[in-house]
């Protein structure tokens, strides 16, 4: 026991420093590359803080458990959007200003491919055809980042304290290094974080449906939360609030579409009416939000930790009965 917890402490440790040069990566790429944050948030650092989600769910799928990947893509998304997303909002020495014209074009397809995937679940399956559907939008998503980010570049400076922190160290190579080696540690940091806290709760006879809804609900979106607070607390809350829509977007085309796309997913009537209508109510709320001055102010932050307790509540009692068991 004592072992477990000289592994949480040193996770925590390792996550935080990792999270540092994570974000100092991320925003010296976005400097160097004259790229808005928010772009580098949503595609760099939206694809490396998915990645362990993407491992966990296709592995699941490929071994005969696709639902696994569809509840852990929901789940994230509600974590990232109630949690990460908040924590940020909360640490952040200023309100987080958010650019309105990447709002409006990522947030509008945010919410459309929210609704598609919801269209798809609804007659009960998500097929493989469907999943390559959903894979061949998240290229084509892809491209147009790409293609905005290239024909933006440039045409808005970043300021000049951002190019005195960042030029100096190195190149664009250097930065992309030191932002792939913070991926690594957050990735890695987390697992041990995750694994020494379910021993120690374990050992203290934490209930299963506890552990579930804390640990590992929590645990899974880690590098999110993690990112999220390191940038806020930076200075740079566009950069986190990039990362939560890409993974929020990721979630959906990336994760479930591979997913179905390896195995036909049966979608139970629990994750058609309520875990797909509370995941969309979570991203119009924190959306809404967004799109309020542009801005993303403390108190909008404990809106959404709010929104997210109702939705634990609303699950411990629609879904579990006395003893922990969900019912069929």
Same mark, same amino acid.
């Given at each position: ?68 990947? #569809?509840?852990?893509?929901? =789940?994230?998304? +509600? !974590? ?7 924590? @940020?909002? /909360?640490?952040? *020495? ?40 959903? #894979?061949?939008?998240?290229? =084509?998503?892809? +491209? !147009? ?7 933006? @570049?440039? /045409?808005?400076? *970043? ?49 299963? !449906? ?12 880690? *590098? ?105």
């Amino acid at each position: 026991m004592v072992l477990n917890f000289l592994v949480l402490s040193a996770s925590f440790y390792v996550l935080a420093k990792s999270a540092d040069f994570l974000v100092d990566g991320a925003v010296g790429v976005a400097v160097k590359a004259r790229i808005d944050k928010v772009i580098i948030g949503i595609v760099l650092v939206g694809f490396a803080t998915t990645a362990p989600e993407f491992t966990v769910s296709l592995m699941s799928a490929i071994r005969g458990f696709p639902e696994i990947a #569809l509840g852990n893509a929901i =789940g994230s998304v +509600i !974590v990232d959007d109630g949690v990460a997303l908040a924590l @940020a909002i /909360l640490v952040a *020495p200023k309100a987080i200003t958010i650019n309105p014209g990447v709002l409006k074009r990522v947030g509008l397809f945010l919410v459309v491919i929210d609704l598609f995937a919801f269209g798809l679940a609804v007659n009960g399956i998500i097929s493989r055809l469907e999943g390559f559907m959903l #894979l061949a939008i998240l290229a =084509g998503y892809l +491209i !147009v980042m790409v293609h905005s980010s290239k024909k933006n @570049a440039g /045409l808005a400076p *970043p300021p000049e304290e951002e190019i005195e922190e960042h030029i100096k160290p190195g190149s664009l190579g250097k930065q992309l290094l030191l932002f792939f080696i913070g991926v690594a540690g957050v990735i890695i940091a987390s697992e041990f974080l995750v694994s020494s806290s379910l021993n120690i709760a374990r050992f203290f006879q934490v209930p299963e !449906v506890i552990i579930g809804l804390t640990i590992i609900a929590i645990g899974t979106s880690l *590098p999110e939360i993690a990112t999220c607070i390191t940038a806020a607390r930076k200075g740079h809350g566009d950069l986190a609030f990039g990362d939560i829509i890409g993974a929020d977007i990721l979630n959906i085309l990336w994760i479930v579409g591979a997913a179905a796309a390896a195995n036909t997913i049966q979608v139970g009537t629990n994750v058609i009416y309520f875990a797909f209508p509370s995941m969309i109510i979570m991203v119009v709320t924190m959306l809404l939000l967004a799109r309020h001055r542009h801005t993303l102010h403390r108190w909008k932050g404990f809106v959404l930790i709010f929104l997210y307790i109702v939705y634990i509540v609303s699950m411990l009692r629609f879904f579990y009965i006395p003893g922990g068991e969900m019912p069929v």
